[in-house]
């Protein structure tokens, strides 16, 4: 039986960089004990100036309320420079041992000048389909 939902996508925008954010349960990839999701994001520089991912944390809950915290340089080993306009996009996966969770952070951003700032990453849920968690 396959889901007949759309996958959801959440959003935040900080200082002119907007984050999306697209989860997607991987059946597939999934067992006893284990759940598995990609998810997909896209960085889109909507600001005036060039700016650089430096660096990510994540925090990740799973439906039991066990919270992890995930940092490290850039994303998928890269630290994308994204000036006005464009946009950089990356996939990457979280495997829980509960059927549901929900994820958040922040990237650490530097601009031309060497500035640091944060930039949210929006709030959003990992759920296996037919069962649904509310975020708060």
């Known amino acids: 039986m396959t889901d007949a939902r759309p996958d ?4 935040a925008e900080t200082k002119g960089i907007r984050v999306r954010v697209r989860p997607r349960f991987l059946a597939d990839r999934s067992g006893p004990g284990q759940w598995v999701w990609a998810y997909r994001v896209e960085i889109e520089n909507r600001g005036e100036e060039t700016v650089q991912l430096v660096s990510r944390r994540w925090i990740i809950t799973d439906a039991a ?7 490290g340089p850039g994303v998928i080993g890269e ?5 006005p306009g464009q946009r950089f996009a990356y996939t990457s996966g979280c495997p ?3 059927p549901s969770g929900s994820m958040h ?3 650490q951003m530097k601009d031309a000048k060497g ?3 944060e930039v949210e990453i929006p709030a959003f849920v990992l759920e296996t ?8």
Not at 65 to 71: A, D, I, P, R
């Open 65 to 71: 309320g066990k919270v992890e915290e995930v940092t």
């Open 79 to 83: 630290t994308p420079v994204l000036g």
């Open 115 to 117: 500035r640091a700032f």
């Open 8 to 11: 959801p996508r959440y959003e």
């Open 96 to 98: 829980l041992t509960t």
């Open 105 to 107: 952070g922040a990237y």
């Open 129 to 136: 389909p037919g069962q649904r968690r509310v975020l708060n």
